[in-house]
């Protein structure tokens, strides 16, 4: 069980919007800034957004990021073939000493 | 920025495992390596993080008493120690760089990964 909530899978034909949510509690995503990571099949995870709703170089303006509250949000637009890949929400919890946590990752699928 | 794992390593229930993590492109002991593992078709896990410079770290709690990171400076290579492996660890171990970022609010945290190394395949069997 992720301390972080994620829909274990979202879709999209190409062209549309998808958002993908991540839902936490006061310690963590309340509290602290959320990253996103891309995971291809295969292939290490990538940062894809940072900060909430900073993009590092070389990522897509499709991509963005938002927080409020205790919930975060991965939007894509311009849904593209290539974007299909696991998606985990990530930040740091306060409790116990401190530590990184993660959701259990969305598995987007461009149909 | 890059890091590279070391290889594929087989271990029998019981042992130990060292997995390296050489880093370049950076200073490497400006930025902590974190390490996270995940497991055949399974979500990424935190195991904890070393800061290169100061030595110190900070484990899960569940892998307290038995994962250990250390770093050789001379080198830029951080290392993760796990022992008293079972099944259960066989998963992809990943090293990763994080940056601390500014953030506003009362004890606000901004920390992040990039990059990531290419992950090492551990295999627990007997």
């Known amino acids: 069980q992720s301390v972080l909530t994620q829909p274990p899978s979202a879709s999209g034909t190409p062209g549309q919007r998808v958002t993908i949510s991540c839902s936490g509690s006061?310690?963590?995503?309340?509290?602290?800034?959320v990253n996103w990571y891309q995971q291809l099949p295969g292939t290490a995870p990538k940062l894809l957004i940072y900060s909430s709703n900073q993009r590092p170089s070389g990522v897509p303006e499709r991509f963005s990021g938002s927080k409020s509250g205790t919930s975060a949000s991965l939007a894509i637009s311009g849904l593209r073939s290539e974007d299909e890949a696991q998606y985990y929400c990530?930040?740091?919890?306060?409790?116990?000493?401190?530590?990184?946590?993660f959701g259990g990752g969305t598995k987007l699928t461009v149909l | 920025a890059q890091l590279v794992q070391s290889g594929s390593e087989v271990k029998k229930p019981g042992a130990s495992v060292k997995v390296s993590c050489k880093a370049s492109?950076?200073?490497?002991?400006?930025?902590?390596i974190n390490w996270v593992r995940q497991a055949t078709g399974q979500g990424l896990e935190w195991m904890g993080w070393?800061?290169?410079?100061?030595?110190?770290?900070g484990y899960a709690q569940r892998f307290q008493g038995r994962v250990t990171m250390t770093r050789d400076t001379s080198i830029s290579t951080a290392y993760m120690e796990l022992s008293s492996l079972t099944s259960e660890d066989s998963a992809v171990y990943y090293c990763a760089r994080a940056t601390l970022g500014d953030c506003s609010g009362d004890n606000c945290y901004s920390y992040w990964f990039d990059p990531w190394g290419q992950g090492t395949l551990v295999t627990v069997s007997s």
């Open positions: 990530a930040t740091w919890d306060d409790s116990l000493n401190g530590h990184v946590v």
């Open positions: 006061r310690s963590n995503i309340g509290t602290n800034t």
């Open positions: 070393m800061n290169p410079k100061r030595g110190n770290t």
């Open positions: 492109g950076y200073t490497f002991t400006d930025h902590d």
